[in-house]
């Protein structure tokens, strides 16, 4: 978590670079997803697992620097992580104005996946952000969710750190309360997938992550976030800033199960329920229904709820 929130120092301030990598724009071969599974006779479904499926941990450590929510499965052969979300209310802390950047606050949001495969860690997903405008100028403020990627390093191969967000593009623009299904996915060893899609809009990318294989043992992620602009390993700072009803309608998580790549629901039982720095800054709502197939509402209150 702590290598994300440096990742994220640039991107919080509004930064925008020439790409330190290739990322590639693809519009072709949807990801082909099983949500029931035949093994044997039977049939996989919610709450149930695999017979060799590894249990996620009761707990893990929290990382400080930011208000987040996160649930990360146990590390097995999964492949990947995707899902459908309702993008969040964002209410801003007006006391929390960033001092370099008058126009933006200290506090923003994000909603992400990622992965960890052979200790090489990927975050994927959306953070709130600047935008070009029609005159061609960078805005001022913050104005819209765009994509971004950031991959750590990889001694063994050489591969280095890098990260980047999508073209400031309005095609790579979303809004609170639009619809999207993310997903990360190895496509085959040392190649990921990112794909984001919804209200007439799509992203999807390549990169190279070494790490990464077919038969690998790895965990994947989903957080919903309120991160602070240079507060990277410190104490998450006091603020008002509310990112409300962020609904997941579903995750689910890709596995290779007797040579065959499937999709499986992230039910409560496959994963480990992160809520960071303290419980009472979120209130999350999930019915039994909701809960065998990974959805739940999120909302996040750094003044609180209790």
């Known amino acids: 978590m702590l ?4 990742l994220m120092k640039n991107l919080l301030l509004g930064l925008i670079v020439t790409p330190v990598f290739t990322l590639y724009y693809i519009n072709h071969h949807p990801v082909v997803e099983t949500r029931d599974t035949v093994v044997g006779r039977g049939v996989i479904r919610a709450n149930s697992f695999f017979k060799d499926e590894v249990k996620p941990d009761g707990v893990k450590p929290c990382f400080n620097g930011a208000y987040y929510r996160k649930v990360v499965s146990s ?38 996946m990622g992965g960890s495969m052979n200790e090489q860690e990927t975050d994927v997903g959306m953070t709130w952000a600047v935008i070009r405008e029609e005159d061609g100028k960078v805005s001022a403020e913050r104005k819209a969710f ?7 390093g990889y001694p063994k191969t050489g591969q280095k750190d890098s ?14 309360g639009e619809e999207v299904s993310m997903s990360l996915r190895v496509v085959s060893d040392g190649k990921l997938r990112f794909v984001i899609e919804g209200a007439g809009k799509r992203f999807e990318a390549d990169f190279d992550s070494d790490g ?24 998450a700072q006091p603020t008002k800033t509310r990112v409300e009803n962020s609904t997941w309608k579903e995750t689910r998580l890709f596995r ?27 209130k ?3 019915n039994k229904k909701q809960e065998q197939i990974g959805a739940e509402t999120i909302s996040i209150d750094g003044n609180g709820y209790l």
């Open 75 to 112: 590390k097995d052969v999964w492949l990947g992580i995707a899902g459908t979300v309702v993008l969040p209310k964002i209410t801003f802390d007006p006391s929390r104005r960033n001092d370099k950047k008058p126009g933006q606050f200290l506090d923003n949001p994000s909603i992400y």
């Open 163 to 176: 990260w980047q967000d999508a073209p400031a593009r309005k095609e790579f623009y979303w809004y609170p």
């Open 3 to 6: 290598a994300y929130f440096i």
């Open 256 to 282: 290779l199960q007797a040579g065959k790549v499937i999709s499986v629901p992230m039910h409560k039982g496959r994963f480990t329920d992160m809520r960071c720095p303290d419980a009472r800054y979120f």
């Open 284 to 286: 999350i709502k999930a």
């Open 146 to 152: 765009r994509p971004f990627f950031r991959r750590a």
């Open 212 to 235: 990464y294989h077919m038969n690998g043992v790895g965990e994947f992620k989903r957080v919903n976030a309120i991160d602070q602009v240079r507060n990277e390993g410190k104490p």
